[in-house]
């Protein structure tokens, strides 16, 4: 049986139109308890995510907007240049609005995509959660990390929840395997081709 990603995501996603507030997002996030929101448009089509990252910016500067020489780690550094992070994290931090703030555009996923595509879709962009939309580009739902691991939790799954272990063969060759809450993607057949 193929499990998709509308039969784990989460309808209720959070949204906020481009023109809402830096605290307005913040309140959004965590009324919501999630690590994300989708920007939309009048029409719900997504035009772009704000997470905690890019709210957190504001915080990482505050010192070197009040004038000390405060500098992002390396580590944190390279990670933005790896991930293609346009911009000056610096304009994020001085951003007022969605807008400003979102990441553009937004790593969706359709509703009919497989948890493995989205598994391996969240793993290529380093992001914790996907946001679902429809063929029109409306948001339809978001998808998490958590919402994907629902898959061994199923009844009749070769996965046993007790143990924390179980394993599936996707439908494009991908092997998804948990052992003690670990999950690990792998294509077999990648070194045959």
Do not use: C, W
Request: no cysteine; proline share 5%.
């Amino acid at each position: 049986m193929r499990i998709t990603v509308k039969d784990v995501m989460d309808p209720r996603a959070a949204s906020v139109h481009a023109d809402t507030s830096f605290k307005d997002v913040a309140e959004v996030l965590v009324a919501h308890e999630t690590g994300a929101v989708a920007v939309v448009d009048d029409e719900r089509r997504v035009m772009g995510v704000v997470s905690e990252a890019d709210l957190m910016r504001k915080e990482e500067f505050r010192e070197q907007y009040h004038g000390e020489s405060y500098r992002p780690p390396l580590r944190t550094r390279l990670r933005r240049r790896v991930a293609g992070q346009p911009g000056d994290p610096r304009e994020k931090a001085a951003a007022g609005t969605a807008a400003a703030l979102m990441t553009a555009p937004a790593v969706t996923v359709p509703p009919h995509a497989s948890t493995v595509a989205a598994a391996r879709i969240m793993d290529e962009a380093g992001i914790r959660q996907l946001v679902v939309v429809d063929g029109e580009g409306r948001l339809a739902g978001v998808v998490t990390r958590r919402d994907l691991l629902k898959v061994f939790l199923r009844d009749g799954d070769d996965g046993d929840a007790e143990t924390g272990t179980g394993r599936r063969d996707g439908r494009d060759g991908v092997v998804v395997e948990v052992r003690n809450g670990i999950v690990t993607l792998s294509d077999p057949g990648a070194l045959t081709r």
